[in-house]
């Protein structure tokens, strides 16, 4: 087991680990027990009832979040035509198509998010031993396919998140930053938990959620009391 730093110790020492707490007071604790020196992120983790080797349980999606993530994502549009002037418009970073599938090939890599008409997936699709492991491969149950492509840099740029459940059936989700308002962080937890919890899918029995924690970066894991949002 990899040793502890003594921030660490002392950042675990004020959580009960026994407890869930409400919500909002996992998440003011979370704040409380980060101590990274830059402004670290706060996720949130699930450990849901899933066997992500079915495919209606491979849960993936996008939300956007009511008071954004902290971070503006750089977008990489990539479509041809009248389309471009579209997301040009809208806040794309960078728009175009041949000659940026070309530099992504070569480790091109300054972006976060990739946006792509559905025209242009058959071109997209020949990079996907590139872009799938990075998760950068635009997908349209995120909204990353798609011809209403100003929308969707719009909702990028203003915070949106992608979920995806992993081989273990949990879900990690940023919620926002340690220096965000502890209201603001919640109202986007609260966000995320209805989204994730609408989307549980109907060959699911028993319980859903199994497990539900709140960490800032290198930070502690705090239980969160979910039921009343289950």
């Known amino acids: 087991m990899a040793k502890r ?20 007071d996992a998440i003011k ?7 990274t020196k830059f402004d670290g992120t706060v996720e949130m983790s699930f450990r849901l009832n899933l066997d992500p080797r079915k495919a209606e349980q491979n849960l993936r999606g996008a939300i956007v979040l009511p008071h954004g993530t902290g971070k503006v994502s750089r977008v990489l549009v ?15 970073d960078y728009v ?16 976060d998010v990739i946006v792509a008409t559905p025209d242009m997936m058959g071109e997209l699709g020949k990079l996907g031993r590139i872009l799938g492991p990075k998760g ?3 997908n349209p149950k995120t909204g990353t396919v ?10 990028i740029k203003a915070g949106k998140v992608e979920y995806r459940v992993d081989k273990a059936g949990n879900i990690h989700v940023t919620i926002g930053k340690v220096s965000f308002d502890a209201q603001h962080l ?3 937890a609260v966000e995320i938990i209805n989204t994730i919890v609408r ?18 970066t290198m930070g502690p894991g705090i239980k969160v009391a979910f039921e009343s949002f289950v």
Do not use: C, H
């Open 5 to 24: 730093s003594k921030k660490y110790l002392e950042a675990l020492n004020k959580v009960d680990r026994q407890k869930r707490y409400p919500l909002l």
């Open 29 to 35: 604790l979370a704040q409380e027990t980060s101590y």
């Open 78 to 92: 990539i479509t041809k035509g009248e389309k471009v002037k579209e997301a040009e418009e809208a806040g794309a």
């Open 96 to 111: 175009g198509d041949v000659e940026y599938l070309e530099k992504i090939k070569q480790g091109w890599f300054e972006f």
């Open 136 to 138: 950068l491969m635009p």
């Open 146 to 155: 798609t011809l209403d492509v100003a929308k969707a840099v719009k909702e």
């Open 186 to 188: 919640y109202e986007n």
């Open 199 to 216: 989307a549980r899918p109907s060959t699911v029995k028993g319980l859903f959620v199994k497990n539900l924690t709140v960490a800032s």
